[in-house]
């Protein structure tokens, strides 16, 4: 667990970073929905910390109780779980956003292809596809927004037989079976789709903010 705790503090530090740098360097107005995407994600880090610390907390009372730590370590999961589904929930709506802000992109009207719905997803296929990220930051795209699916959508289940690593860290899949990752993965999979959306939206900025 001292393992997970250094996860979590990393996270919290590094969406503050972002934060801080959207603020400096790419907001242009007071709240600004990019760098606030970054503060939401930050805050409830935060919150995650110190409901983690609660369990942990709990778990330094139970150690002769093997079913009863288990049950409180898979609550930590579930703490942990949520935390990524809701950044991705902010970063998806902070990525429709950026479309409607950086009118001089295209990306809007090849992400919609002629559909009347924006998704995460096809935004970030369509952003590949533009140059707005190489082929690593793709894959990684792909594969963490298929974890969000089947976390949201389908109980963790997994619906294909999968394997693949993220920052080093092993996943896999098999249809109707639970999908495997160590105690941290929810902790790394919002890490890492944190800095993905952040690289991103240096590189729209980069390519269309208005001069």
């Known amino acids: 667990m001292n393992v997970m705790t250094a996860a979590i503090d990393s996270f919290v530090e590094t969406a503050r970073g972002y934060a801080e740098r959207v603020d400096s360097n790419i907001a242009d107005r007071e709240n600004d929905f990019r760098s606030m ?42 703490v942990t779980r949520d935390m990524f589904v809701d950044t991705v929930s902010s970063i998806e709506k902070a990525s429709k956003d950026c479309l409607w802000a950086y009118r001089e992109s295209s990306l809007k009207e090849k992400a919609l292809n002629g559909g009347s719905h924006l998704y995460l997803r096809n935004i970030m296929t369509v952003s590949a596809e533009e140059g707005l990220m190489d082929e690593d930051e793709s894959c990684d795209w792909d594969n963490i927004l298929l974890m969000r699916n089947l976390v949201t959508h389908n109980n963790s289940m997994g619906d294909r037989s999968k394997m693949f690593k993220v920052d080093g860290v092993g996943f896999s899949m098999r249809p109707n079976r639970m999908m495997k990752g160590g105690m941290c993965s929810f902790v790394v999979l919002t890490r890492k789709i944190t800095e993905l959306f952040y690289l991103w939206l240096e590189a729209m900025d980069s390519r269309h903010a208005e001069v």
């Not at 503060?39 to 079913?67: Q, S």
């Open 37 to 78: 995407c970054f503060w939401n994600i930050h805050n409830r880090a935060v919150m995650t910390r110190e409901i983690v610390g609660f369990y942990m907390g709990l778990l330094e009372k139970v150690d002769d109780d093997p079913v009863l730590r288990a049950e409180i370590l898979e609550r930590v999961v579930t």
